[in-house]
């Protein structure tokens, strides 16, 4: 999946999709590509190429977690404006009888909040505005919150350490502050643990 953090400051996602977290070697039986593939250098962490606002404010950044053309419509809806109403129907238009509806999560940062857009496994979608922070979503979750919580780290060495633990999570993580500009830290920097170490 993935591991998405925001801090009340930055926000912070790793750049890893993956497909197929199952065990076994599997393949596409059309274009024969592994299922149990993962690419690295997802922009799930995107900007908007012109300004854009949502819910009245202009948006910083948006971060995914979740099915992508699911989270990817939703991007597209946002950075083009589109009633997002219109694109979760046209997103249920196009499912097959044989598909299931997608789930996934967009998060935007905007000049002033930061809202979490989610559909959920019952098919309902909801606009949120969260006011509590730190904020965690996807796969690795649970160990960007210890990173924090118990060593004390940023949102962005939030995210490193969850590439470190958990499988769903990898590729370079990318990081902004409302008033910055994107910034990553390589696939081979890790966070030095007593685990790592050995210890």
Do not use: W
């Not at 202009?58 to 992508?68: F, K, N, P, Q, Y």
């Not at 990173?147 to 780290?153: A, I, K, P, R, S």
């Not at 910055?180 to 170490?197: L, Q």
């Amino acid at each position: 999946m993935t591991t998405v953090v925001f801090d009340g400051v930055t926000l912070a996602a790793d750049s890893q999709r993956s497909r197929g977290m199952g065990s076994g070697d599997r393949h596409c039986v059309h274009c024969k590509e592994s299922i149990n593939a993962t690419a690295s250098f997802v922009e799930k962490l995107q900007v908007p190429k012109k300004a854009v606002s949502f819910q009245g404010e202009r948006v910083v950044a948006v971060a995914t977690a979740g099915t992508v053309n699911l989270t990817q419509g939703l991007v597209h809806a946002i950075f083009t404006g589109m009633d997002l109403d219109a694109a979760i129907e046209l997103l249920k238009a196009t499912t097959t009888e044989n598909q299931t509806l997608p789930t996934g999560t967009v998060l935007v940062l905007t000049k002033e909040s930061f809202f979490e857009l989610k559909m959920g496994i019952k098919h309902k979608f909801t606009v949120k505005k969260i006011t509590k922070f730190p904020y965690f979503a996807g796969s690795g979750a649970d160990v960007a919150r210890c990173g924090m919580d118990m060593l004390g780290l940023s949102a962005a060495k939030a995210v490193q350490l969850a590439r470190q633990y958990d499988k769903a999570t990898g590729g370079e993580v990318r990081y902004i502050a409302r008033k910055g500009k994107v910034k990553t830290i390589p696939v081979d920097r890790m966070i030095e643990t007593n685990h790592s170490r050995g210890e």
